[in-house]
């Protein structure tokens, strides 16, 4: 009988001959910006943008048709005040409804809402 001895044997893969690669020809740019230039820029478009936000947001509330003449009075919020009681004040004097002199009152002072602070001033249209 004959005996078959199996050892490890290895086969080098052929190795590829080092070729030179060609690297893709850099284009020179006239403007080649540091880090400190990159900021600058950045910093310099942030401020135009700014510049015209401000410019499209500061647009003016006024317009060309000339507004009534109300007349007003300057009443101050008292504590525990709101603007139901003012309201309610300025509607038994013009015979008015509340929800209404509530509205004149909102236009008035560029109110939001109905919130109103102790101490804060309103402008209140008068009765004549």
Request: net charge neutral; aromatic share 4%.
């Given at each position: ?11 080098a ?6 070729r030179?690669?060609a690297?893709p ?18 910093l ?16 003016s509330?006024?317009t ?32 008015d409804d509340?929800?209404?002199a509530?509205e ?18 309103l ?6």
């Amino acid at each position: 009988m004959s005996t078959i001895s199996i050892a490890p044997h290895r086969v080098a893969a052929p190795r590829a001959t080092a070729r030179p690669v060609a690297t893709p020809a850099r284009r020179s740019s006239s403007v080649r910006l540091t880090r400190r230039g990159r900021l600058v820029v950045f910093l310099l478009a942030s401020v135009v943008v700014a510049a015209v936000a401000v410019w499209l947001a500061a647009g003016s509330a006024a317009t060309h048709e000339a507004g009534d003449a109300t007349a007003v009075t300057v009443v101050t919020v008292a504590p525990g005040e709101t603007l139901w009681d003012i309201a309610s004040d300025v509607a038994a004097g013009s015979d008015d409804d509340v929800r209404g002199a509530m509205e004149r009152i909102q236009d008035l002072n560029t109110l939001d809402g109905s919130v109103v602070y102790a101490g804060q001033q309103l402008r209140v249209p008068t009765t004549d």
